[in-house]
């Protein structure tokens, strides 16, 4: 047993950065996250609330 747990630490341990997909997977993230970012702050309510906030802070 801790001959196994020892092979599989000194093979997780080796691993330090993401591989491939690991990095498509966490594009797609990122660009999908920023798509509903944009729709959401491209809304008629957002913007109006945004504009209400910059006129406030303008007077």
Same mark, same amino acid.
Not at 12 to 41: C, H, P, Q
């Given at each position: ?19 491939? &997909?690991?990095? %498509? +997977?966490?594009?797609? =993230? ?18 109006? &609330?945004?504009? %209400? +906030?910059?006129?406030? =802070?303008?007077?």
């Amino acid at each position: 047993m801790r001959k196994l747990l020892r092979r599989l630490h000194t093979r997780l341990r080796g691993d330090a950065g993401m591989n491939t &997909a690991e990095y %498509a +997977v966490g594009t797609l =993230a990122a660009v999908a996250f920023a798509g509903i970012l944009l729709k959401v702050l491209t809304s008629g309510n957002v913007q109006s &609330a945004l504009t %209400a +906030v910059i006129d406030r =802070a303008l007077k």
